[in-house]
């Protein structure tokens, strides 16, 4: 058996002329979503404008204007503020250098997923990646060259805050450096548990632990995985995505002469590429970011995809994924 889907690639620009079009197609499956445990649990309209307002203030028109003609439950999900928990395993790396690059594994499960990359001219500036919760964004790029990628932290507090996906939009819009893109998210508060790498146009590497209940922390590699101490503090979830196999896979990568030179190659296979979907879950794509390029490609075994951020990119591609227990 395989798992097929269709990857879209598009460009929205401050126009906004297909955005409409975009939210009515994807809000049934996101209105089960986002009120699963009900209206009441999700925040009124007015705190999650006063909560886009007071900690994105520069995002605030464009939300807005994502909002225009949406109802109040469509811009309360737009909103992504304290959204219902969710879960992701993921596995990250970033090399600085002269020719920096950031390598991403996404592992989730393939019917609840966008299957969208996104290239947009908002604000000023030019952003492209993955999205999640349509304008948020699994891992992308903007035009000063700094990448993020995001790997949830393996821990299941919740609290008060913005999805992740959010933030890192947020992030791109407003930062051009991983100096800037630092204080912004040991800023911005998270709903849950998640570990977020950066790499800029610079080569400059951080990877920032955040959670809803702890001050974050900086670190110095540019490798995450799904968990945040040395010893995981969810076990069953390390054991189920072996994310300690997959860290010190990582680390040993890295840790080569001209690590990023097969990068996304390692990346494609095991122990870091994760066979689906019997358990729910598997490596959706690999993304590669380059900055000094203004390029990304996405990745699967034997198919990949390049955009250019120059680029306006518009295209479907079927991509078939094995199960587990097949070959690619």
């Known amino acids: 058996m395989t798992a097929e889907f269709v990857w879209s690639a598009r460009s929205f620009d401050d126009r906004l002329a297909e955005w409409p079009a975009l939210l009515d197609h994807a809000w049934p499956a996101y209105r089960s979503w986002w009120f699963q445990d009900g209206p009441e649990a999700r925040a009124p ?19 807005e204007r994502l909002c225009a003609g949406a109802s109040d439950d469509q811009a309360r999900f737009l909103s992504f503020w304290s959204p219902p928990a969710y879960i992701k395993a993921c596995s990250q790396a970033a090399v600085g250098g002269a020719d920096p690059v950031l390598v991403r594994n996404y592992d989730y499960g393939a019917d609840a997923f966008d299957c969208l990359l996104l290239r947009t001219d908002w604000l000023g500036r030019r952003v492209v990646g993955v999205s999640d919760g349509l304008w948020g964004l699994l891992d992308g790029m903007n035009d000063a060259g700094l990448c993020l990628s995001l790997a949830f932290g393996g821990r299941r507090q919740v609290g008060q805050g913005f999805g992740i996906p959010l933030i890192l939009r947020y992030v791109l819009q407003v930062a051009t450096t991983t100096e800037e893109a630092v204080r912004i998210l040991r800023r911005v508060p998270t709903h849950m548990s998640y570990n977020v790498t950066a790499v800029d146009a610079a080569g400059r590497i951080a990877t920032v632990v955040v959670a809803p209940d702890r001050a974050p ?20 979830h390390a054991r189920l995505t072996r994310t300690r196999e997959r860290l010190a896979c990582l680390e040993h990568l890295i840790a080569r002469p001209d690590p990023g030179g097969d990068l996304v190659e390692r990346f494609l296979a095991p122990p870091l590429r994760v066979p689906g979907f019997v358990r729910g879950f598997g490596t959706l794509y690999t993304a590669a970011y380059r900055p000094a390029e203004r390029a990304m490609t996405v990745n699967w075994p034997g198919l990949s995809r390049r955009v250019l951020l ?6 479907d591609l079927t991509v078939r994924l094995a199960t587990e227990g097949q070959a690619a």
């Open 310 to 315: 120059d680029e306006s990119p518009h295209w």
């Open 45 to 63: 309209l007015d705190l999650c404008r006063a909560a886009i307002d007071r900690h994105m203030h520069a995002l605030l028109p464009l939300w």
């Open 217 to 236: 922390e900086l670190r110095s590699k540019g490798v995450a995985t799904n968990h945040q101490r040395a010893d995981p503090e969810w076990p069953d």
